[in-house]
């Protein structure tokens, strides 16, 4: 038993339809509208550093006494947000908005942690560190 196999020729053979020219204020316009989506993109992610860093702080100090398991990571999420925002804010020339950040960076280090979060007082500076990010949120808002 034999079996054969028919090649079928194609009949129809289409031709490509011709390339036209890219327009040089096209690709501006296509190379504009993509920065834009960058820029929107940058700043929807420091929006959420912002606000993760911010929560890290407000449950911080909601939890306080339930703290001691979870204190390197929300010294790790605090610490990191605050690199981000520092590196951020020199490179758009806020110096002083650097600094604050930087020193949150140190004083919320995970490896060198400079406080335990035991007592009353180290809960006061907790809080009190939440001020420089709801400064940045507030003057973002301000500028737009």
């Known amino acids: 038993m034999s079996?054969?196999?028919?090649?079928?020729?194609?009949?129809?053979?289409?031709?490509?339809?011709?390339?036209?020219?890219?327009?040089?204020?096209?690709?501006q316009g296509w190379m504009e509208k993509s920065r834009?989506?960058?820029?929107?993109?940058?700043?929807?992610?420091?929006?959420?550093?912002?606000?993760?860093?911010?929560?890290?702080?407000?449950?911080?100090?909601?939890?306080?006494?339930?703290?001691?398991?979870?204190?390197?990571?929300?010294?790790?999420?605090?610490?990191?947000?605050a690199m981000v925002l520092m590196f951020h804010a020199i490179h758009a020339g806020h110096y002083a908005f650097a600094a604050v950040f930087g020193a949150l960076a140190l004083v919320y280090n995970p490896i060198a942690p400079l406080f335990s979060f035991s007592g009353e007082w180290q809960r006061a500076v907790v809080v009190a560190s939440a001020a420089p990010f709801v400064a940045s949120l507030a003057s973002r808002n301000v500028r737009t």
């Not at 912002?50 to 006494?65: D, T």
């Open 3 to 27: 079996t054969s196999v028919a090649l079928l020729e194609l009949l129809d053979v289409r031709e490509q339809p011709p390339s036209k020219r890219l327009d040089e204020a096209v690709w």
């Open 36 to 81: 834009e989506r960058e820029r929107r993109g940058r700043a929807a992610r420091l929006m959420a550093v912002k606000w993760v860093s911010l929560a890290a702080l407000c449950v911080v100090a909601g939890v306080w006494s339930h703290l001691a398991p979870y204190g390197v990571v929300a010294r790790f999420v605090v610490t990191a947000g």
